[in-house]
């Protein structure tokens, strides 16, 4: 089956640790994207890459970081500087080239709690 | 800023009948425009794309684009339950960049 995954679905992490959250696609997408999503509010764009050993910041980036070794995979670190990391990540991924660009597929998320 | 915004709700519409969803963008510019479908605790589902003026349809969904009035809307016919959900309306500028940016969403509600 084609698709993203995300791991873990839920993750528990206290105050001042990192954690990595997994985003892996077999669909053979050249993009790929993180964002973020609180209660009653859209999403949000952290981090994006359209291309392997690139990425570019999104509307808040600050407190993350991304890498792009490979073309299925693009993995996000909540380090301890991100004030606020509880929320509900959401990778996603795109063909490259428009309009199947701005055709974006989610995962099926990750929710994390910081406590 | 570009911005989206959409009326968050929640819309209660009865069995079968007609939903009507709405949209709108603040930058002129924006080319192509899409609907999402997010169920509870669950990740956003594209359901519809839209790239020119005018109506677009498929299966029960109808999407609407204005461009001169910059908005953009989603009707559903013959309303089911399973389709209540919040639905998200996103928007690219088009060019090289190929980020989204994404209203808060309208909470759909359909009665039986």
């Known amino acids: 089956d084609g698709g993203i995954t995300q791991s873990p679905k839920y993750l528990f992490r206290k105050e001042g640790q990192n954690v990595t959250l997994s985003c892996e696609q077999n669909?053979?997408?050249?993009?790929m994207y993180w964002y973020r999503q609180d209660p009653g509010q859209g999403l949000r764009l952290i981090y994006y890459?359209?291309?392997?050993?690139?990425?570019q910041k999104g509307d808040i980036a600050e407190g993350y970081s991304v890498s792009r070794e490979k073309k299925e995979s693009f993995p996000l670190t909540v380090t301890s500087a991100q004030k606020n990391p509880t929320a509900f990540y959401l990778c996603?991924?795109?063909?490259?080239?428009?309009?199947?660009?701005?055709?974006?597929?989610f995962g099926p998320g990750t929710r994390l709690t910081v406590t | 800023q570009k911005e989206v915004e959409q009326n968050s709700g929640p819309l209660s519409v009865p069995e079968g009948a007609i939903a009507s969803l709405n949209c709108t963008y603040s930058?002129?510019?924006?080319?192509?425009f899409f609907w999402y479908r997010q169920y509870s605790g669950k990740s956003p589902e594209l359901i519809m794309f839209?790239?020119?003026?005018g109506d677009k349809e498929d299966g029960r969904f109808t999407a609407q684009l204005n461009k001169a009035s910059q908005y953009v809307s989603l009707l559903i016919r013959d309303s089911q339950p399973s389709d209540s959900a919040t639905y998200l309306c996103?928007?690219?500028?088009?060019?090289?960049?190929?980020?989204?940016?994404f209203g808060k969403g309208t909470l759909l509600t359909v009665n039986p």
């Open positions: 996603a991924s795109s063909f490259e080239g428009p309009p199947s660009a701005y055709e974006q597929y």
């Open positions: 669909l053979n997408h050249d993009a």
């Open positions: 890459s359209q291309i392997v050993n690139d990425f």
């Open positions: 930058d002129r510019g924006s080319q192509s």
């Open positions: 839209i790239y020119s003026n």
């Open positions: 996103a928007v690219n500028s088009g060019g090289s960049n190929y980020k989204l940016t």
